[in-house]
């Protein structure tokens, strides 16, 4: 089992920016993918960025490229989403997902993960 805990959300202005980790405890010796997801009030969870073990190839949806940044410290057990010129429309729970994999594979639906965390809210105020 893989425990996944977020922090880091909160409330910004529109333009601001933040960043949240997600900190991975548990049985932590296989090679995992990880994801950042998001979701907003009354919408279905969405992908927002994902990374493979390695941290190669990171896949960012088409509206958030540029803007959001994954990254990886495995030494640590850390995933972060850097998150700069926030919108209103980027508020919503923010989760971090876990999945075991090889090396180098990155996914980016939904139900490839199984191991969840319990989210973290992103407020951007206008």
Known sequence: ????????GGLVQAGGSLRLSCAVSGRT????????FRQAPGKEREIVAAISWSGSNPYYA???KGRFTISRYNAKNML????NSLKPEDTAVYYCAARESGAYNVYSKLNDYNYWGQGTQVTVSS
């Open 29 to 36: 010796t296989s090679t995992y993918a990880m994801a950042w």
């Open 80 to 83: 972060y989403l850097q998150m």
């Open 1 to 8: 089992q893989v425990q996944l805990v977020e922090s880091g």
């Open 62 to 64: 088409d509206s958030l």
